[in-house]
Every structure is written in C-alpha cells, then in structure tokens.
C-alpha cells in the first residue's frame, strides 16, 4: 500500500488513484478462528487483547458492484472490538458465518479470520458498477451500519432491517488495517477541517448518541430537558454530553475521577457527579439491589439540577439499570444501547409503569441519522473527543485501554496515515471552530 499513501500525499487526482495498481494483500489487525477458545477459565478482565489481537497481511477481497473499496488513513478503538478480542459474549466467528451462507457475496467474509474496526476515514480508491455518489479520489468517514437495501424490512429505519449488521463486528474487512472494503451506503464526506484521526473516531459513537439522544427513533430530547449521562467522557458520552449542551437540555455526568471530573467541567458540563468518590453501591450482594443507593443517587441529581431526569443515558447495564430505572422522572425515558457490565438487567418494574416511565432501545443508528451526527461535526458544532493515538501495530494495547477503562473518549489509531495531523483541507474553518475546542480531550489526554 505504500505506493497508494505516496499517491494520497502526492495529491494524486481520483482518476491517478482509480489507475494505481491494487496490491493482493494488505495490512489488517485480526482475531483468528483457532485461538476463539485461548481464554476459557479466564476471569473478563483478565482476557488480554495484546495476546488475541494480531496484524498481519490478510488477502484483498474481491469487490461487489455496491462496494467501494477505501484507502484506510485512519480508525479508533470501539468497545466491539474489545468484545471480538476477548470472545465475549461469543468470538464473531458465528456471525461471519452466518453471512456467509447468505449470497455469494456474503460468503467472502467466512474466513479463518476477522478482520476488525468499526470506523474509519481514508480515502476511495475504486467503486463497484453499482455505485453512483461517490468515485476514486473522495476523502470520506465511514458509518457501520451494514445492510441489505434489497431487503424490504429495512425500508422504514435500517436499524430494524433483518439482516442489519455492524461493519468490522458482524462482517470482515473492518477499519483497523490499511484497506477495506464496505458498501457504498456507508461512505460520507470526511469534515475537512480534521486530522485524519480526528475524523476516524467520530461515526460509531457519535451516531449512536445522536440516535439515542437526538433523534425520534431515540428518545427525542428537546430543549430544557434535564439528561443523566452514565460513562460521561467516554466513547459514547462525551458525545451524549455535546448534544445535551448543543441541544439546549442540562447534562449531568457520571465519570470515575476527578481528572475526568475536570475534563467535564472544560467541555461546559456543570452538574457532575464522580461514581468512585461518592461511593455508590447499587448491589449489596451478587444477587440483591440496595434501594437506598439508588435512592442517595437520586437525592445527589436533584440537589445538583433540582429535578429528576428526564432522560437517562444508560449503557453500563447490569450494575446501573436498577438505578437508572428508578431516578429517572416520572414519564421519563431510559434510553439503552449496552450492556457493558452485564446483559442479565434487574430493576424494580413497580417504578417504571406507576410512573410510566419508558425504556427505550437503541443500536447504532441508520445511515440519515448517521450522516446528520457527522454533518454536525463537518460544522463544528460536535467535536471529535480523541484522546490518545496508537499506530496500528500497537492495536492490541490500544484494546487493553478501553477494555480497562483507562482512556477517555476515543482512541484513535493510525492505519496509513504515517503521522498525526495529517488531512486537514480546511485550516481556516478549523481556526473559525477553535483548535482549543477541537483538541480538548487529546489535550487532556496528554496530560493525564
Ligand atoms: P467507553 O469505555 O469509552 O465508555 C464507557 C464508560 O462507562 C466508561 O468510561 C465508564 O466511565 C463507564 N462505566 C463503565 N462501567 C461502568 C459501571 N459498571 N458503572 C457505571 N459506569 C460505568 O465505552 P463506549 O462509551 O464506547 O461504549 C459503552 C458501551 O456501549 C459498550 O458496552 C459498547 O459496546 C456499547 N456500545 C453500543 C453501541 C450500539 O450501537 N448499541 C454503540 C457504541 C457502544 P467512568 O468510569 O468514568 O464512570
């Protein structure tokens, strides 16, 4: 792929790009089918991704006519790709397999290998005779919705297509490698007045946030609201935050330092609460929630804000829901898109019907609301939250991070991109947005 990066540095045209030969192999940070049992016994938190997650030269795919295939510059870390790393719940093999017995397309992903990564920005460099709004040569992001669009049940939201599908999760050939191949529904503009690895780390989570906060398929926030943010400075609320703060509602977050509490507080988040220092303790035993905790949290949001809130940001799952259930307002909404601490959820359904609270479900989000949430950062109105950068040899450790909770926001990785800083086309807008607001958490991170 060297020669494809001299091109892209070079300023080569979209039909110098088109001509460049295709190398038959590529660079690409995979788990591999034999090693899917090498942590049985292991307590979670110790399967290490430094041991599962390898980069090696996988084979390029053959291209389908509504595929494009992308120059990758940049990627991030997603939690996915911890659970792919660690086999938990289940390795993705099962998946890639499924949708190998679905068409002759479908089949390319069953391999010995699962290449990962759910977002990127790179560069197109040859579109399928299908595709018709992108060609060589566009500078993009990608979104990781993977779907069907000959699939009937997918015409109302996508989300709810019955063959859906997260790019680099459910499918091969994801973003952590030199080169991948997605569908041309997954292509849009990359904001041209961010890094290369700025730009890579928005789509999955800031998509997600949008639809869960933002959008009418989530839980429709609107101007006033007061919205309770569990995982605050991370991946996905550090973005929860930026819509409540854009979208005229009161943010309250929940982070686990007083690092993360001054990071909060710099992004223009007031009411914030440290779950570590206050000490909560919703589960008295393995088995049994303490109310009373619940409770204590209660009191601590209203004396922060006053009011209940009427909406909770809830993803950590098991070791919250309880709590998340109960605090929120009466006729509130409790939006869910995880599970982190455990998908087997509790809480106590007198609370929800007696004050018709709702609990809403959200995953990822269809390509509208996915190109709205990146149109918003192609304006300057939702900043990437990079913290940290990680060349792609180093993507095992980048996983161990997010899968000890030691980073905030996102990690970026460099894939071709040689160094960070690269791909900014428009340093007059990001002078007009503010580099200051831009680089927030990298300079954070930095210094933490
Ligand atoms: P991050 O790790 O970046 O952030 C999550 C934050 O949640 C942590 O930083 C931590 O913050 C907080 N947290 C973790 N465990 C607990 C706990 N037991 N109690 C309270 N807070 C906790 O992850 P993401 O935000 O990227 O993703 C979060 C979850 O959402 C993951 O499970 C991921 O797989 C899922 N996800 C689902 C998507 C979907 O489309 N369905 C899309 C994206 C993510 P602190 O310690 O500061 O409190």
Redesign the pocket.
Known sequence: MRHVLDAIQSGASGDDLAALPLPESYRAALVRREDAAMFEGVASVDKDPRRSLRVEEVAVPELAPDEAYVAVMASSI???TV?TSIFEPLPTFGFLDRLGKESVWGARHALPYHVVGSDASGVVLRVGSAVRNWKPGDRVVIHCNHVDDQDPSGHDDSMIAANQRIWGFETNFGGLADLTVVKANQLMPKPAHLSWEEAAVNA??NS?SYRMLVSRNGASMKQGDVVFI????????GYACQYALNGGATPIG????PD?VALLHEMGVEAVLD?KEQGYRFWSDEHTQDEKEWRRLGKDVRALVGEDPDIVFE??GR??MGASVFICARGGTVVT?????GYMIEYDNRHLWMKLKTIKA???ANYREAWDANKLIAQGRIQPILSAVHPLEQVGEAAYQ?HH?A?EGKIGVLCLAPEEGLGIDDPEFRAKVGEDKITLFRRHGAQS
């Open positions: 997603n939690f996915n659970w999955l989570c997600t569990w995982g605050a400075s991370g991946g996905l609320g929940v982070v686990s330092s993360k779950r993803h950590p070791q919250t898109c995880a599970a982190t601490s959200s995953h990822f997010v909770n980073h």
